[in-house]
């Protein structure tokens, strides 16, 4: 996302507003609404909301249309930290930085240190790899999920929001979508965008340590479909499925 600071300046001196008019109805600062409205400064998505409530306009009219900006890392981090259900007090404090400092790393404004990314997804319970790369094709991810729901591109396209050629060029793995795009694909296809971005790394020594006929039965679609699903569960029902299995097995 790329919050359009010309925009917002035009916007606001068509209203009539001066800068501190704006950041009054906004409640910021005057020398931050007039950072963002130089690009100086890019502001978190409430503080973004304020800015368009005041200006009684829809957020989506501040951003600039036009390419798609990849899933980042902040994009990566943020996902997996609400997944895990942690707050940002939470992962800055178990990840030993301050709050300020991980928000900024969350909206991409800086780059942190490895042995900072190292501590993150300690925190997190994640391998490094998991925001650094998505160690697999999302584009063959995409393009299996949709097939097995039984949608064409156009179809997918149409309840999502974008448009079709975007899905083409996003399964032929010539686009990353924006994580605002990966959420609006998800959501039609009911998968976490954590499936897409998930890293591989791993996955064929678990699958080695299975007995072939289960592997053989991992790579059929419905079981996939499944498992699909599990990405989406809370962590009650991921319970009730396990005390399920244990349950089933005990019987058997």
Avoid at 32 to 45: D, F, N, T, V
Wanted: overall charge positive.
């Amino acid at each position: 996302m790329r919050v359009c600071g010309k925009r917002i300046r035009e916007l606001r001196e068509e209203r009539g507003y001066s800068l501190q008019d704006l950041a009054s109805k906004a409640e910021v600062s005057v020398s931050y609404l007039s950072e963002i409205e130089r690009g100086a400064k890019k502001p978190s998505l409430k503080t973004l909301e304020r800015i368009a409530r005041a200006l009684n306009l829809p957020r989506e009219q501040l951003v600039e249309a036009g390419n798609e900006r990849g899933i980042t890392l902040g994009d990566r981090i943020r996902l997996l930290r609400e997944k895990r259900g942690k707050s940002l007090s939470t992962l800055a404090e178990e990840a030993g930085i301050s709050i300020s400092y991980l928000s900024e790393i969350e909206r991409g404004n800086v780059y942190p240190a490895i042995d900072t990314l190292k501590k993150i997804t300690a925190a997190l319970d994640v391998p490094l790899s998991a925001i650094i790369g998505t160690g697999g094709s999302l584009g063959h991810k995409l393009r299996q999920a949709r097939e097995e729901q039984g949608l064409t591109q156009a179809d997918l396209a149409r309840a999502a929001g974008v448009s079709a050629g975007l899905i083409g060029q996003i399964e032929q793995g010539k686009v990353q979508p924006s994580l605002k795009t990966l959420e609006k694909i998800g959501g039609v296809l009911n998968i976490s965008p954590c499936y897409f971005i998930a890293d591989d790394a791993g996955l064929d020594e678990v699958l080695n340590q299975m007995s072939p006929e289960v592997r053989r039965l991992l790579m059929e679609p419905k079981v996939q479909s499944v498992l699909r699903l599990v990405c989406n569960c809370t962590e009650d029902e991921l319970r009730f499925i396990l005390n399920f299995i244990q349950l089933y097995k005990r019987c058997h």
